[in-house]
């Protein structure tokens, strides 16, 4: 696991040779908005880049799947994102790397990605190779302007992503069936007729669904497929659940003074 020191941006490409000059890039180096209405140009302008359908790796021909996930501290603007990589089949940790910064960006509803942009690209350039498949705690076209997260990154990276979230956002949907596997269409109503953003996912027996959303270079059924075989024993992919262990992890030892809030690379 690797460690870095804060910055203001990070370069747009990973670790292993992602999208350097992607859209929304120069020279490879992301140009980060700082007003919401040059974020929102951006989100319109990334949208325009960003391709939803795929078909992207189906399941079984990725090996290498990372999820991301930041965690904020409540009594500073530290935050903490982390990346993590799993083996596709056995879901064992290949590799792990995290990132520690500060918010750069105020939260605007709609516009989390910038706040969380930076670091997660900070993150997935500190592994060694980079993932076939990214799974972001989050949306990726299920968003106001089709551009969450998932979208963003991929675009920016280059690398297929899809989002997978806990709640359906502003979107309407019907409660699946009960039993695992089991969908039903995530509808954005101000669209004439409704558009489908996403899929509410049963992933386990009786439980809550999750919603998931495709981003960038793969489509939603598969998207749907990969989240199922990453979520055997619970509602979340191993995936977020991994990533979201590291730092909040990470983050509670710089509390407890146990690592450096902004230390060199380990």
Do not use: N
Request: glycine letters at 14%.
């Amino acid at each position: 696991m690797t460690d870095g020191a804060a910055t203001d941006g990070p370069a747009g490409a990973t670790g292993g040779g992602g999208a350097a000059g992607a859209p929304g890039t120069a020279g490879g180096v992301p140009r980060w908005p700082v007003t919401e209405a040059e974020a929102v140009a951006e989100q319109e302008r990334i949208r325009a880049a960003a391709d939803p359908v795929g078909p992207g790796p189906a399941p079984g021909r990725a090996r290498r799947v990372a999820g991301v996930d930041v965690t904020y501290d409540e009594e500073s603007d530290l935050l903490v994102a982390a990346a993590v990589v799993l083996d596709a089949e056995s879901l064992e940790v290949l590799e792990e790397a995290v990132h520690t910064g500060r918010s750069r960006f105020p939260y605007i509803p709609g516009l989390l990605a910038f706040r969380e942009l930076p670091p997660v690209l900070a993150a997935l350039e500190k592994l060694g190779t980079p993932p076939d498949l990214v799974v972001c705690d989050g949306y990726g076209y299920a968003h106001p302007r089709r551009a969450g997260l998932a979208v963003h990154l991929g675009v920016l990276t280059g690398l297929p992503c899809f989002g997978v979230a806990k709640s359906p956002f502003a979107f309407d949907h019907t409660e699946p069936g009960p039993r695992r596997g089991d969908a039903s269409p995530l509808l954005d109503r101000r669209s004439v007729p409704p558009e489908t953003v996403g899929r509410a996912l049963r992933t386990q027996p009786g439980v809550r669904p999750v919603f998931v959303s495709a981003g960038h270079g793969i489509g939603l059924d598969h998207a749907c497929a990969h989240t199922l075989r990453l979520a055997p024993r619970y509602r979340l992919p191993e995936t977020t659940r991994g990533a979201d262990g590291l730092s909040r992890r990470v983050l509670r030892e710089i509390r407890e003074g146990l690592r450096e809030p902004y230390g060199a690379a380990e």
